[in-house]
């Protein structure tokens, strides 16, 4: 597989080839040596392959994958959606190995990153794809196959100029619940209050959701990891913001 660390495309061009915004830029930049060759060398067993329409990140419809063929079982499966270095999902992997994960990322480097603490941890129940979120639940998913679907601290697009390009809007609430069995668990959670709030009017009001907390927020996930975009919020003193929602038979 060609090195990603020099030919990384930039999907700020992306309006070419799809009709909204995407919620990242990913510009080109450089692995270190050692992510280049956990690319390499991991990405044969870790890595899922995809089939693109036109963008670097997209994923072409009807290409839906199996499961049970991908992990070699029937279990529970969680994805998590900007997944970054991966600290979070290599963690939960390793104390869930009962569980399946799948984490969406578009940034090879902290692709690279998971796939190296994975393998250092030994965690066999992980796997990755490289793709833009809402195209990998709505196409390379099949409808109802995902138990719990994770949005921690999604970039937030805070510049009122920059809002339209929030991962969380209507349109994803649809693909959401899409991918999401009946019964199964949607967490979010973001340290910045207008976001939060946003999220919370969105999945309120989407057909197929209803809240798993009572008052204003829901507790925090005792299963997420303290990484460093939660870190960096509390420093600057940001409140942190969850939200759990259950997929329910519209």
């Known amino acids: ?80 959606i900007g997944s970054g270095q991966g600290h979070q999902i290599v963690s939960a992997a390793q104390a869930a190995p009962e569980t399946d994960f799948l984490a969406v990322e578009v940034f090879t480097a902290g692709l690279a990153r998971t796939m190296l603490d994975a393998d250092r941890e030994g965690v066999k129940n992980l796997r990755l794809v490289e793709a833009n979120a809402p195209e990998a639940l709505e196409h390379l998913l099949p409808a109802a196959s995902v138990d719990e679907l994770w949005v921690f601290f999604p970039d937030p697009w805070h510049k009122n100029k920059h809002t339209k390009r929030r991962l969380v809007a209507p349109d994803f609430a649809r693909i959401a619940a899409q991918a999401l069995r009946p019964g199964g668990t949607l967490r ?62 519209p």
């Open 188 to 249: 979010l959670a973001t340290d910045w209050q207008d976001y939060a709030d946003q999220m919370r009017d969105v999945f309120d009001a989407a057909i197929g959701f209803e809240r798993a907390f009572a008052g204003e927020w829901a507790e925090r996930f005792e299963g997420r990891v303290l990484t460093a975009f939660e870190r960096k919020g509390l420093r600057v003193g940001r409140d942190i913001r969850d939200l759990t929602y259950t997929r329910v038979s």
């Open 1 to 80: 597989m060609a090195s990603h660390a020099a030919d990384s495309l930039e999907d700020a061009a992306a309006p070419v080839f799809r009709d909204k915004p995407v919620s990242f830029v990913r510009r080109s930049g450089r692995m270190s040596e050692a992510q280049d060759r956990a690319w390499a060398e991991l990405s044969p067993f870790y890595l899922l392959p995809v089939e693109r329409a036109a963008a670097a990140t997209s994923v072409k419809a009807g290409t839906a994958i199996d499961p049970a063929a991908v992990y070699g079982r029937s279990a529970r499966l969680v994805v998590e």
